[in-house]
């Protein structure tokens, strides 16, 4: 509710809340997409395009939107997608989101590049995101830190090998906040993102992109989806597919989910919005794994189309930070 009194009846009111609240340095890095942003602005155009074909005359006075994804059972198919650095959103970050999901009986999954601990996440449906990064032992720990504490499931982010070109945290230098840190990485040396001798290494880059660039693993292939395999006693999904061709080659890597996702228009600009290539990667899945879609979900019409389209469950990013921003846990 704004300090008017007016109620925020639908997501674009906490968004609206957000762009003035925030700091500039926050705000571009939640919102901004790669390059002219046109994925991340087809992202929502597309589900107004994909229309539905009513059935009526059914009887809907007793429904039931839970359902299961990888075999737990959740509240609803709406969970929370990996993103990174909450708690410059609100103080209590990741553990008030987490807070939330639990609460709410779904599923969260946890940003590697958190700024709260995967130990300090409570108990409820938890997965872990995962970047590949050249010091492989530091991935292979973070793997084993979210077994030992719950998560029942690794998101292996496959496509950012480099990180996609953002106009608006090339323009801020973006950089973590002082107070704030990678708090996964605060005993590997990883946890510092902006600081004067990392920004220094790329010309124009933003403090995330000369990070990626020093840490991550660019030579990132199917190899590694099998090394990741061979480490986690936990299912693995691959999220970032958005081919029938490369949906293949997850199943057979061996994979137990694929997320349907661009990074939220983030990586690469001009790839397709995620509903419009969800159907062929179902299809050519054929019912092996369960399909789950990221990007674009505003409504609960949306979440209905991707459902009818065969995603198991959808995942919510910054909707979510623009709620956590307005009022943390509630």
């Known amino acids: 509710m704004t300090k008017h009194g007016t ?3 639908s997501l674009d009111d906490f ?6 609240n925030l700091d500039r340095n926050a705000l571009d890095y939640y919102r901004s ?3 002219d942003m046109i994925t991340l602005k087809e992202n929502q155009r597309a589900f107004d395009r994909v229309f539905i074909r009513p059935r009526v005359l059914h009887d809907v006075s ?3 939107l839970s359902t299961s994804i990888l075999g737990e059972q959740i509240a609803s198919p709406i969970c929370i997608a990996p993103t990174a650095m909450q708690r410059m959103a609100h103080p209590d970050g990741e553990l008030a989101t987490a807070r939330a999901a639990k609460r709410k009986s779904t599923c969260m999954v946890l ?3 958190s700024t709260t601990k995967i130990e300090d996440i409570g108990e409820g449906v938890k997965w872990l995101q995962l970047y590949v990064y050249k010091d492989r032992e530091a991935t292979r720990r973070l793997i084993e830190r979210a077994q030992d504490s719950g998560y029942t499931a690794i998101a292996l982010t496959v496509d950012t090998p480099y990180l996609g070109r953002r106009l608006a945290d090339i323009r801020n230098r973006f950089r973590l906040p002082p107070h704030l840190t990678m708090a996964n990485f605060a005993d590997e ?9 990392a920004t220094s290494a790329a010309d124009n880059a933003s403090g995330l992109a000369a990070y990626v660039a020093s840490q991550i693993d660019p030579t990132l292939n199917w190899s590694h989806v099998e090394w990741v395999k061979s480490v986690a006693r936990i299912p693995v999904l691959v999220k970032g597919i958005l081919t029938a061709e490369d949906a293949v080659l997850a199943v057979n890597a061996g994979v137990d989910g694929i997320i349907v996702s661009n990074h939220g228009g983030r990586q690469m600009d001009t790839v397709p919005a995620t509903i419009d290539v969800l159907e062929e990667v179902c299809r050519a899945v054929d019912g092996r794994v369960e399909v789950f879609l990221d990007g674009g979900v505003r409504r609960g019409t949306d979440v209905f189309k991707a459902l009818a389209l065969g995603a198991r469950a959808v995942f919510l990013g910054r909707p979510v930070l623009w709620a956590l921003n307005y009022n943390g846990e509630d």
Request: proline share 4%; glycine share 12%.
């Open 189 to 197: 040396g990883k946890a510092q993102v902006g600081k004067a001798e």
């Open 111 to 113: 940003s590697s590049w």
């Open 15 to 20: 968004e609206q809340h957000a762009l003035r």
């Open 7 to 9: 109620p925020f009846v």
């Open 62 to 64: 007793t429904v039931s």
């Open 33 to 35: 997409g790669a390059q």
